[in-house]
């Protein structure tokens, strides 16, 4: 295959990014390459808003062809949670032909080295960057994310996360020299040598299982993390939002073929309705890398079932905030309230359970009892979304019917203290677009217990009275150890408090975020600078990104000649 793109010609293009990135993973500084104003966009650095638009509106209803090996058929029913039919169809794999052609792909990529592969990654996320209005568009539109939040979370910071996973995988690579002498003396003998060569072999196929809510900037991390290591990968994106992955699998064949390589290294597997083709890829022999966001049954059935694979989980957790005081009482609520609104508490690291002492806390607008908290958070969220242009702006839509039926179950469960609204949207009258719905709950009864202790993934959140704060840390501990969180918040201005509850966040292996009270959130991270989950509670297995997340995706080989 005639190569249009040279390894020269990439190192030239992206290798000071890569030494940049690899530079912020190790001191952890902000760092992006990857502008998120929309407005950065244009006049020769990518596709302009307009630009941008069209090319999503180009994509409707039409076939979105690859050119990939074994196709069989051609399948999609993406609808738009803000209402319009997206009537894209996808080509459906015969995984028998597929499979196959992608393992063929494995030898050539495998011994272009790490360093080619790391380039040919960054060519991919820049002309993905360069697209980055055309993604928006495809993120909004499956995710329900409003199009602010779908242009930079799934878009320039998605692509962080991909950079960061390829600046991981190059430094584990690279770890071990390409080869070594090795000289043992043998005191009057001649001394002992070889000639030691070292190839980083990757695992296998690897299967992406993309999540409806983050498909971009959930997927990004093992996508790049696989293909760096030199493994395949084959793309099975949620059924509700394939678009923004079938994107990325068409520009990185694009860039395979250009510079050389086998396409197939890349591949979409778009699944038929109720097909269940995550689950049977899953099980196969060829498939030998997993990563996978969603719930917890799916993903605690990949890592007791896909025994073949490394599988990386990212699945289900009861986020927590223990609130015991504040120096900074009103910047406290302002930051709750945006941190439970944004995308509808859609995130897997919105905070669902708020523990607040039953006596009251200390803070600097004086004592405010129980009530006083959970009346004044309320009314900070009323007042974030009481504008509507602002609410749907920060809201988004409701990304499925699931999440709408746990929300209008929730006023069932305790006694509501900020009712969900509804929410019309100037420009997609058939959108869903509904506030949070904030519901106290007394935590020493056992019927609170079954509520908190679920998680209900959404708009919801649960006020839940403790008799102290030291029972609030231990309930932290118990959610923690118990279901597992992705993220923990924490308002003190006790050190002994923040002492015990980092104490417990440090046993429990959990992320802490302590008296968050500015343009910080809690359930927002940033590349190269924060880890996102530890893996090392029940909600995920794995944290993007650190050593240990592309460290297993491929082995060492030792070849010993004499010298």
């Not at 030691?196 to 790049?224: D, E």
């Not at 403790?466 to 118990?482: F, K, M, P, Y």
């Amino acid at each position: 295959m005639a190569a249009e793109l040279s390894a020269a010609q990439l190192i030239e293009r992206h290798r000071a990014t890569l030494d940049k990135a690899l530079q912020a993973i190790r001191t952890r500084e902000y760092w992006s390459p990857y502008p998120e104003h929309p407005k950065a966009y244009g006049d020769g650095s990518g596709m302009d808003a307009a630009e941008g638009k069209a090319a999503f509106e180009a994509l409707l209803g039409r076939r979105f062809d690859l050119d990939q090996t074994g196709t069989d058929d051609w399948t999609g029913a993406e609808a738009s949670p803000y209402g319009i039919e997206l009537g894209i169809s996808y080509p459906h794999p015969d995984v028998d032909a597929l499979l196959p052609a992608m393992r063929a792909a494995i030898p050539r990529w495998r011994e272009a080295g790490a360093e080619t592969r790391a380039m040919v990654c960054l060519e991919v996320l820049a002309r993905i960057n360069a697209a980055s209005h055309e993604f928006a568009h495809a993120v909004m539109h499956t995710t329900g994310q409003a199009f602010t939040m779908a242009f930079q979370a799934g878009g320039p910071h998605a692509q962080d996360r991909g950079l960061e996973a390829v600046a991981y995988a190059y430094e584990e690579q690279t770890r071990v020299p390409g080869g070594a002498e090795w000289v043992k003396p043998q005191g009057k003998r001649d001394p002992l040598r070889l000639r030691t060569t070292f190839t980083p072999v990757p695992r296998g196929v690897a299967l992406l299982i993309g999540c409806n809510t983050f498909p971009t900037w959930n997927g990004f991390p093992g996508l790049f993390a696989s293909l760096a290591t030199g493994n395949p990968v084959l793309v099975k994106p949620h059924p509700r939002a394939v678009l923004p992955l079938a994107l990325t699998v068409r520009l990185a064949r694009e860039v395979l073929a250009e510079a050389g390589f086998d396409p197939n290294l890349v591949c979409l597997a778009a699944e038929r309705p109720d097909e269940g083709l995550a689950k049977s890829l899953a099980v196969r022999p060829e498939i030998r890398i997993i990563d996978y966001t969603g719930s917890t049954a799916f993903g605690d059935w990949l890592e007791a079932n896909a025994r073949q694979a490394q599988v990386f989980t990212e699945k289900a957790g009861v986020n927590t905030v223990v609130i015991d005081s504040t120096d900074n009482y009103r910047g406290m609520l302002s930051n709750l309230a945006f941190a439970l609104s944004l995308y509808s508490g859609q995130m897997c690291t919105t905070p669902q359970n708020l523990l607040i002492p039953r006596g009251g806390i200390d803070t600097d607008a004086g004592h405010k009892s129980y009530d006083d908290v959970v009346a004044d958070l309320a009314a900070a969220v009323e007042g974030l979304l009481g504008d509507d242009a602002r609410a749907n702006a920060l809201l988004g839509a409701i990304v499925n019917p699931q999440v709408l039926e746990r929300l209008e179950a929730a006023p069932s469960l305790g006694s509501v203290a900020l009712a969900s609204r509804t929410v019309a949207h100037p420009e997609f009258p058939d959108a869903v677009v509904r506030t949070p719905v904030i519901v106290s709950l007394d935590g020493a009864k056992p019927d609170a217990e079954a509520a908190y202790l679920s998680e209900c993934f959404g708009p919801v959140s649960f006020a839940v009275a403790v008799d102290s704060t030291a029972d609030a840390t231990e309930l932290l501990r118990r959610t923690i150890r118990e279901k597992g969180a992705m993220t923990v918040g924490a308002y003190t201005t006790s050190p002994e408090v923040e002492r015990a509850i980092e104490e417990v966040c440090v046993e429990e292996l959990a992320q802490l975020s302590l008296n968050l009270t500015g343009g910080v959130y809690v359930n927002q991270t940033a590349a190269f600078a924060d880890f996102h989950g530890t893996g090392g509670n029940p909600a995920a297995n794995a944290a993007l990104c650190d050593g240990a997340f592309v460290a297993s995706r491929f082995r060492t080989v030792e070849v010993r000649r004499p010298q």
